[in-house]
């Protein structure tokens, strides 16, 4: 029985012992945990610091480098604005002292010429005087000197022989050489440029404002393209109507235009214009031949008078280039008139 008790008693001991050794380690243990929760805080916080410290040493110094940057610009300035006034004074200094160079080297030359013009004219008056002087003692002798009679001057020995020698050559033939053939070609006599010009283009119409002339040296017969027919080729000139036929000049103003003209269907085909001053220019742009160009004749047009004029011309015209050969269809229709 009291084996048991002891027992009892030793346990009981044992439990408080337990339990306060238990508070006594769980008290240990949370004082060593709150002393390295606050030295982490601490550490944290000084690293922090130390951060921020060095970011506003960082600041300080860039400031500063700032500071001094700006500094030594404002320096350099100054002492570039200082170097510019300096040289803009030795520049200045130099322009003064080239201008009084100048001045003293024109006032030197022009003492010199002033010199020069003096001496010049004193030269000049002695001459002059000297000229004058030498004259008066001549005309004395001139004045003293006896005069021929007229007859013996006119009698004069030397004078003789030439009227003998104008009377003696032969006379030239003055009326035979007024009276010159002129020149003969083989096409009889030569023709002026004018001529040639009034020869070659033909006056087809007037109007109120052109003299439309034809070009005879170039109209002729071509063939139609594709067709067994053949049209007009024809350039015609036109003038301003201000100008008439003999005060043309060819140097003038005027206008080439270029037709092809279809005769058996009455239409005309426009190929290009030139506006000329003097000289056409053969580097020309036409408009080259279509079938889809032709235009009929709107009656009373410009282009209706051209096509009966130029038609007129041709007909009455004899040895025109490319002949205006009866095409198939003409001698089928003659043909069956005939039947």
């Keep these: 029985m009291w084996k048991k008790k002891i027992a009892a008693t030793l346990s009981v001991a044992f439990l408080a012992s337990s339990l306060t050794f238990g508070s006594t380690a769980s008290a240990y243990i949370i004082d060593v945990g709150m002393a390295d929760l606050a030295a982490k805080e601490k550490a944290e916080k000084d690293k922090k610091e130390a951060a921020q410290k060095a970011e506003q040493e960082k600041i300080a110094r860039e400031k500063a480098a700032r500071e001094q940057r700006a500094a030594a610009e404002k320096r350099a300035e100054a002492q570039t604005a200082q170097s510019k006034n300096k040289n803009d004074e030795r520049k200045q200094e130099s322009r003064e002292r080239e201008t009084q160079s100048s001045l003293l ?48 001057k006119k009698t004069n020995a030397l004078e003789a022989p030439v009227q003998n020698t104008k009377k003696d050559a032969p006379k030239a033939p003055v009326q035979e050489k007024k009276t010159e053939e002129p020149h003969k070609g083989s096409g009889g006599l030569s023709k002026t440029k004018k001529g040639l010009e009034k020869e070659r283009f033909q006056e087809l119409l007037r109007d109120g404002s052109f003299v439309y002339y034809m070009d005879m040296k170039s109209v002729r017969y071509v063939p139609i393209p594709n067709r067994q027919e053949k049209m007009i080729d024809v350039w015609v000139k036109l003038k301003p109507n201000s100008f008439s036929d003999e005060g043309y000049s060819s140097s003038g103003k005027y206008y080439l235009e270029h037709y092809y003209i279809n005769p058996k269907e009455r239409k005309i085909q426009f190929l290009c214009e030139l506006e000329v001053t003097g000289r056409p220019s053969n580097a020309i742009k036409e408009r080259p031949y279509s079938s889809q160009n032709w235009e009929n004749l709107v009656p009373g047009s410009v282009e209706d008078d051209i096509y009966h004029a130029v038609v007129k011309q041709v007909k009455s015209s004899s040895g025109l280039g490319g002949s205006m050969a009866p095409s198939a269809s003409d001698i089928l229709d003659m043909l069956n008139i005939g039947l």
């Design 105 to 152: 080297q024109d006032k030197a030359v022009n003492q010199t010429a002033n010199k020069a013009d003096k001496k010049t004219n004193d030269d000049a008056g002695k001459a002059m005087a000297e000229a004058a002087s030498a004259r008066a003692p001549m005309q004395d002798k001139k004045a003293a000197e006896p005069k021929l009679p007229v007859s013996e």
